[in-house]
């Protein structure tokens, strides 16, 4: 099973599109499971109480394992990311050009 973690601009913009998650990613990874960062979710949690629609983040929760970062990761999301992304090989859900051309 792929293991794929979620960016906060990602997932925003699966929900903005109505994308079908588990379809796309099917088509592209086959059986996945999603890893939210905690600092993920924190920053999806502010930017909900700033919308007045849905980031659907119950959802994302129970689609979701809670990935942890490794210590010497640093403190910025980006970074925890990278750093797991890099380590387990895993690919990112996001649309940060920024994120995106670290990753590779």
Avoid: Y
């Amino acid at each position: 099973m792929q293991k794929v973690l979620v960016d906060t601009c990602g997932w925003v913009a699966i929900v903005e599109a109505g994308l079908h998650l588990d379809q796309e990613l099917s088509n592209l990874v086959g059986t996945f499971e999603l890893v939210l960062l905690k600092s993920v979710e924190e920053e999806l949690q502010e930017i909900q109480a700033q919308r007045a629609g849905t980031l659907l983040l119950d959802l994302l929760e129970k689609k979701s394992i809670q990935g942890e970062p490794p210590a010497d990761a640093g403190n910025h999301t980006d970074d925890h990311l990278l750093a797991l992304a890099k380590e387990n090989s895993w690919p990112v859900i996001t649309v940060d050009t920024g994120l995106k051309q670290r990753l590779v």
